[in-house]
């Protein structure tokens, strides 16, 4: 008797989704296709997003791009496409990406933990009334994690954990353009990181999403190996890697 491999599932996300980032990479002309690569053109796109790439966690790789950049590269003649040779082909046009996201959400399994859970800890929402206390919260991390976090208390829901008195990490989310989705922002200042703090934060302000209807979204630069971690222990998945043409490009 042989034994069988065994198969390994991939995890089922919500359909808010995989119908949005379908839609953003399909919708259009499709230009190149095969088993694992698709390019499209799309005349929609808005100028900051005219070259969008999303690397999927299964290995499938979308891309989509305004119908002028299609004509520069010449791609309506191309039958022999892969990844690799779009970029390159990007790379000789001057077309330059920004520099990838990873993107994290709940699978639909992980979800349903999270709704069921109590979570405990000094946790609290924040409102306008809490200008004081964020204040001094900001005033304690530096400018560049300021800027990385992007954390502010008049985004649509803000989260913190409250240690000795003071706010030591706060979450704040506003919605991912007219969708479902609701973006997050997470800082929990030097002193009180690798205790926990963040992971209550963003599981907490996660559930108050999933409450009102949203689908919780966390993104962080490939090389931030403390938010991919924080991701996972939050038990976040992730769904794929997401670039998009440089704001310094001239193309």
Request: contains cysteine.
């Amino acid at each position: 008797m042989t034994n069988q491999p065994s198969q390994v599932s991939m995890p089922v996300f919500s359909q808010t989704v995989t119908d949005y980032w379908h839609t953003t990479f399909l919708n259009g002309d499709v230009l190149y296709r095969d088993e694992v690569f698709t390019i499209v053109s799309n005349p929609d796109l808005s100028e900051d997003n005219r070259i969008m790439v999303l690397e999927a966690a299964d290995g499938q790789v979308m891309s989509v791009l305004a119908p002028a950049l299609a004509v520069k590269l010449d791609l309506h003649r191309r039958q022999d496409l892969s990844e690799a040779i779009f970029r390159q082909m990007l790379n000789e046009a001057g077309v330059m990406l920004h520099g990838a996201d990873y993107l994290y959400y709940f699978a639909e399994a992980d979800k349903n933990v999270l709704l069921q859970e109590n979570l405990e800890g000094n946790l609290s929402q924040l409102s306008e009334q809490d200008h004081g206390v964020f204040s001094e919260f900001q005033s304690s991390a530096s400018e560049q994690d300021l800027d990385d976090a992007y954390v502010e208390l008049d985004h649509w829901a803000v989260f913190g954990s409250i240690e000795h008195n003071h706010l030591v990490c706060a979450a704040s989310m506003y919605p991912w353009g007219d969708t479902q989705i609701a973006d997050m922002g997470v800082l929990t200042l030097p002193n009180y990181r690798g205790k926990g703090h963040a992971r209550k934060v963003v599981r907490s302000i996660s559930k108050y999403a999933y409450e009102q209807g949203y689908e919780p979204q966390y993104r962080c630069q490939l090389d931030n190996y403390a938010s991919t971690l924080l991701a996972k222990a939050a038990g976040l998945t992730l769904f794929g890697k997401w670039d998009v043409i440089s704001p310094e490009s001239k193309v």
